[in-house]
Structures are given as structure tokens and as C-alpha cells.
């Protein structure tokens, strides 16, 4: 979050934000790290995960570019900001925030060629096993919110099955499962990888 308060401080003379979304199922939970950035630009929090359904996002922190008229410019791209993060999702975060620069300032294209975006596209639309995930996923959303716990978490269990490395599936469900995504997630992160899948997605060639 600091690194997006800078980039807002920086660009919002000109006509330039960031809208931060949490995807968490309480509430409460989320609101703490939010205000402790104390971020200058609105942040918000998604109890129902209806950003990333709409968006195709599949992991965290995904970013979305959209102009003034509402229209998706650059599609998502999963970027990290710290060292080692950036180096396991292949973005360089200098490199990433000098193009929002010129995007911003410069009205530079948000995307180098018109195969970057069909590939930026491409690499986040879902195969059939994931749709079917999150399917299994809103289902059991749905009988969690009505008190059908036993009946919600067979359906979390199967949308995990289906798409392991859906990190919104895997720790969105988490605490609905009786888990802590803060400490449960990472040695099942663990075991994901092992079992051959990437849990971020670089551009395909």
C-alpha cells in the first residue's frame, strides 16, 4: 500500500487514482490493514469476491487499468511490489511504475503492441475446470451466508480441487473452512506448488 499512497501522491494532479478492493469475508478483518495505511485514495472491501469473478483475477495483488471513460486499457497483470515477489511473478516494479508514469503524464499506450494485450488478455481467461471452480465457489458462498456450513464447505472443498492455484478460491474460502489465511495458507501454498501448479502466471509467449 505505501508504494500505491507514493505512486497516487505523485500522479493525482493529473486526473490520475487508485482505487484499492480487499477481498476478504469479514469485514472487520480487513479494516485494520486499511486503516493503517491510511491511504489517501478510497479503499474498499469485497465480501463477496464479485471484483475478481468479473475481472477473471486469480491471485493477489492483480491490477486493472482503466481510462476516464471507463474502458479497460491494460488487462490484468499480477504484480508485486516488493523483491522476491516480483522476481517469482517476472515484473519489474520500477519498469511497471515508469509506464503508469507515461500512460498518465505522457498519454503513452498502456500496452506495446496490440500482442501484449491479446496476451494479457489470453493468460487470464479461465479454462473450463476454473470456471466450474468458482461456480463451486459462489455455491458454497451462497449456503455459507444461509447457515448451510457443513453443505458450503463440500463445495469449497471441491472449487479447491478443481482450481488449486486459484489463490482467491483458496484463501477466500479459508476462514469460511475454520482456517487462519495468514498462517494456514502458506503450507498449502507449499504443497500447490509441488504438486506442479504455479500459483502466479507469467505473460505466455
Known amino acids: ?10 500522479l493525482s494532479n493529473y486526473n490520475f487514482t ?6 476478504d ?3 472487520d478483518d480487513a479494516r485494520p490493514w486499511i486503516e493503517g495505511a491510511n491511504a489517501e ?7 463477496k469476491h464479485i471484483v475478481s469473478d468479473l475481472y477473471n483475477m486469480f491471485n493477489v495483488p492483480t491490477i486493472v ?6 474502458k ?3 488487462p490484468n497483470d499480477v504484480v508485486v511490489m516488493n523483491e522476491s515477489g516480483a522476481k517469482l511473478v517476472k515484473v519489474d516494479p520500477e519498469e511497471y511504475i515508469q509506464k503508469i508514469r507515461n500512460w498518465v503524464i505522457n498519454d503513452s499506450s498502456p500496452v506495446s503492441s496490440k500482442d501484449e494485450f491479446i496476451k494479457l488478455k489470453n493468460q487470464r481467461t479461465p479454462a473450463d475446470k476454473e470456471q466450474l471452480a468458482r461456480a463451486e465457489f459462489a455455491l458454497g458462498q451462497w449456503l455459507f451466508d444461509n447457515k448451510e456450513i457443513s453443505l458450503a464447505g463440500n463445495h469449497f472443498e471441491r472449487a479447491t480441487e478443481l482450481s488449486p492455484a486459484d489463490i482467491m478460491i483458496q484463501r477466500g474460502t479459508m476462514s469460511m473452512r475454520g482456517m487462519d489465511p495468514m498462517k494456514d495458507y502458506g503450507p498449502i501454498a ?16
Open 65 to 70: 487499468w482503466i481510462d476516464e471513460s471507463g
Open 1 to 10: 500500500m505505501p508504494v500505491w499512497q507514493k505512486i497516487y501522491s505523485e
Open 41 to 47: 485514495f478510497p479503499c474498499t472491501i469485497d465480501t
Open 25 to 27: 469475508k469479514n469485514i
Open 72 to 74: 479497460i486499457v491494460r
Open 18 to 23: 487508485v482505487f484499492s478492493v480487499m477481498e
Open 190 to 205: 507449499g504443497e500447490i506448488i509441488q504438486k506442479g501448479f504455479k500459483l502466479y502466471r507469467p505473460i505466455r509467449d
